[in-house]
């Protein structure tokens, strides 16, 4: 009954030893399959942060290029307005001129009255918006 017994608590021992390697050998495999996930998921998360850095860049450059043809456009404007506004004040000064031309013309003046029409004319010019 004693040899039983010792047997029995060897196969005991035994089958407790096996147990015990089985699952080192799950933990093993666990650990190697915990080891596989978090690579794959920081491999994930730098592809997306590389995708969202690209992304952004793309972003970034197509705004300033909207900005370029926005200010390009305002400049382009800006030069315009201007020349019309020179050409407008061009035709005034023409108009003035041959204002002044067709007074001094008409009343037929003297040399002092022509210096008055002419300093008048320029009083007039100064006072012009530009």
Not at 21 to 39: D, G, T
Not at 48 to 58: G, V
Not at 100 to 128: C, H, P, S, T
């Given at each position: 009954?004693?040899e039983?017994r010792?047997?029995?608590?060897?196969?005991?021992?035994?089958?407790?030893?096996?147990?015990?390697?089985?699952?080192?050998?799950?933990?093993?495999?666990?650990?190697?399959?915990?080891?596989?996930?978090?690579?794959?998921?920081?491999?994930?998360?730098?592809?997306?942060?590389?995708?969202?850095?690209?992304?952004?860049?793309?972003?970034?450059?197509?705004?300033?290029?909207?900005?370029?043809?926005?200010?390009?456009?305002?400049?382009?404007?800006?030069?315009?307005?201007?020349?019309?506004?020179?050409?407008?004040?061009?035709?005034?000064?023409?108009?003035?001129?041959?204002?002044?031309?067709?007074?001094?013309?008409?009343?037929?003046?003297?040399?002092?009255?022509?210096?008055?029409?002419?300093?008048?004319?320029?009083?007039?010019?100064?006072e012009?918006?530009?």
């Amino acid at each position: 009954m004693m040899e039983e017994r010792r047997s029995q608590i060897e196969a005991n021992i035994a089958n407790a030893e096996k147990e015990r390697l089985q699952a080192e050998q799950i933990k093993r495999e666990y650990q190697e399959e915990m080891r596989k996930a978090r690579q794959e998921a920081q491999e994930v998360i730098a592809k997306a942060t590389k995708l969202s850095e690209q992304r952004a860049a793309e972003i970034l450059a197509a705004a300033h290029g909207e900005a370029e043809k926005i200010k390009q456009s305002a400049l382009a404007d800006i030069e315009r307005e201007r020349d019309r506004a020179i050409a407008q004040v061009q035709a005034q000064v023409a108009d003035l001129s041959v204002a002044v031309a067709e007074k001094i013309i008409r009343k037929n003046l003297d040399v002092r009255g022509q210096e008055d029409m002419i300093e008048q004319f320029i009083q007039e010019v100064g006072e012009l918006p530009c």
